[in-house]
């Protein structure tokens, strides 16, 4: 049986707020809209981006390749800026473990930012212990990004949900790329494969193999303007021209 993963998911605060701002619940205001607008562009700008190469997602592993050590000690050292009380030491140990992944987030060829997680794949799930956007780099939606390439990744690897157990300030962001505190998983699949967490809450992302998600804020906003010309169609109906 495999051991226990040893770290509750960790998210810078400066993050949080980057990607969550302007996203609260409630009815849509004009300024919600135009942020949900901005997202669509940004979407539609990282796509083109990855297409001409300048962005750049890729997974890592701790596999004895010189390459390979020096991308995870670049994410280590992401982490340890933008996470301090987590501890250097304790940091390094996890990113470096061959059991975890990061999935990287390159510009320009510089790391940005990662997602590190572990997954446990007789039990078809994975958890994320860490995930960090530069300091020089938020607020460009790259960890909504590489949330979405997480999930796509999930689903080559034949992952069918994503754990962790996510800190007070991190729930908000951990609901805004789909996340949910209800976690239907059976319990004999992940007890004893992830430790609890005091003041932590566990939330579960089920993945979805029909989903394009890099596509999905583009997909909602079409939907809500078909909706949109599809009520404006009907409220006029009744009038006589």
């Not at 300024?31 to 607008?37: C, N, S, T």
């Not at 992401?78 to 996470?83: A, D, E, N, R």
């Not at 996510?166 to 699949?189: C, E, I, L, P, S």
């Amino acid at each position: 049986r495999c051991a226990m993963a040893e770290a509750r998911a960790a998210v810078s605060r400066d993050a949080v707020v980057a990607e969550t701002n302007g996203e609260e619940g409630g009815a849509a205001s004009k300024d919600e809209e135009d942020v949900a607008h901005q997202h669509v562009i940004m979407e539609g700008q990282h796509a083109e981006q990855e297409a001409s190469g300048l962005l750049r997602f890729h997974v890592v592993r701790n596999d004895d390749v010189p390459q390979s050590l020096i991308t995870l000690i670049e994410v280590k050292n992401i982490y340890t800026k933008q996470l301090p009380k987590m501890g250097a030491e304790y940091i390094v140990r996890l990113v470096l473990k061959p059991d975890h992944s990061s999935l990287i987030c390159r510009h320009d060829g510089q790391v940005v930012g990662a997602i590190t997680y572990r997954p446990h794949m007789s039990q078809t799930f994975a958890e994320i212990a860490f995930c960090c956007v530069s300091a020089t780099h938020q607020v460009q939606g790259y960890g909504t990004r590489m949330m979405n390439q997480l999930k796509e990744q999930a689903k080559r690897e034949g992952i069918e949900f994503l754990l962790t157990y996510a800190d007070d300030h991190a729930v908000n962001y951990f609901k805004k790329q789909g996340f949910q505190k209800q976690v239907t998983m059976t319990m004999k699949r992940w007890k004893g494969y992830i430790k609890d967490y005091n003041g932590a809450t566990m939330m579960e992302c089920r993945i979805d193999k029909h989903i394009d998600y890099l596509g999905t804020r583009r997909v909602a906003a079409q939907q809500r303007q078909h909706l949109l010309q599809k009520t404006l169609t009907l409220s006029n109906a009744h009038v006589v021209r």
